[in-house]
């Protein structure tokens, strides 16, 4: 079993930025693929970037290519969101994941454990 605790979210002007973290529990973290999914109001739950076990891999989706990275510390069990030129449909509930094995991932069904979720909200 893994729990993850999301931080970081919070109100934010557009152009402004935010950085997500999500702790895990488990001491195996380094086994782990991680993501970050978020939901907006109505919406499908959508991928928005993903990490591998070791850090060496990483993808982010379209819409934030450029403007988010994602990234990861093993020995402080965190995952991270830096997140840059935010903008207003960057709003929505931000999700961290965890998929154990070594492959990367962008299916929402690939991973086994979710956090609570973080409110990011993001002015014009």
């Known amino acids: 079993q893994v729990q993850l605790v999301e931080s970081g979210g919070g109100l934010v002007q557009a152009g402004g930025s935010l950085r997500l973290s999500c702790a895990a529990s488990?001491?195996?973290?380094?086994?782990?693929?991680m993501a970050w999914f978020r939901q907006a109001p109505r919406k499908e739950r959508e991928f928005v970037a993903g990490?591998?076990?070791?850090?060496?891999?990483?993808v982010h989706a379209d819409s934030v290519k450029g403007r988010f990275t994602i990234s990861r510390d093993n020995a402080k069990n965190t995952v991270y969101l830096q997140m840059n030129s935010l903008k207003p449909e960057d709003t929505a509930v931000y999700y961290c994941?965890?998929?154990?094995?070594?492959?990367?991932?962008?299916?929402?069904?690939?991973?086994?454990?979710w956090g609570q979720g973080t409110q990011v909200t993001v002015s014009s």
């Open positions: 994941a965890a998929a154990p094995g070594l492959a990367l991932y962008s299916d929402r069904g690939a991973y086994n454990y």
């Open positions: 990490i591998n076990w070791s850090g060496g891999r990483a």
């Open positions: 488990r001491r195996t973290f380094s086994s782990y693929a």
